[in-house]
């Protein structure tokens, strides 16, 4: 599968969508956290980078990945991201639903407070919004935690 990486510019109060690169990816799907994290791994490094990046992925109604987009990117210990930054994406994009991921350099990818509240944040907005989160995953090196998989986005 083609992944491609956008950024955002804008021009003349515009906001706009640009292609920074893409890559043939070497998996049919990232329909698992296993296999999104390790898209994230393979392609960003998001398991080895030394600051905190927040990286989204826009999908398709069929699941298929529209984008990858970098929203956040802080110091070693913190990352501001705003729904508002998230959604501007997936709407320029045309996206139906999404995923977040960020690692967590001390090695424990035990969600924090500000992780559960974010997430829970970002599950409003996508309720309202009619793009549901469908994953965030918080990376570690080796292993990740799902919030999928932990039950999170149920109901």
Request: net charge positive; proline share 3%.
């Amino acid at each position: 599968m083609r992944i491609t990486k956008y950024g955002l510019m804008i021009d003349q109060q515009r906001y706009t969508l640009i292609k920074e690169s893409a890559v043939n990816y070497a998996a049919d799907a990232l329909t698992t956290d296993i296999q999104l994290c390790q898209m994230f791994n393979d392609l960003y490094k998001l398991n080895q980078l030394a600051e905190k990046h927040v990286y989204l992925v826009a999908f398709t109604n069929k699941g298929r990945p529209l984008g990858v987009f970098e929203v956040s990117h802080g110091s070693g210990s913190a990352s501001f991201l705003q729904p508002r930054e998230v959604f501007m994406r997936l709407l320029l994009a045309g996206a139906s639903s999404f995923a977040i991921a960020h690692f967590h350099l001390s090695g424990d990818c035990t969600p924090s407070n500000q992780d559960i509240k974010i997430t829970r944040i970002m599950k409003e907005a996508g309720k309202m919004m009619g793009n549901p989160i469908v994953e965030h995953i918080i990376a570690r090196n080796p292993g990740h935690y799902s919030f999928c998989a932990r039950g999170f986005f149920d109901n």
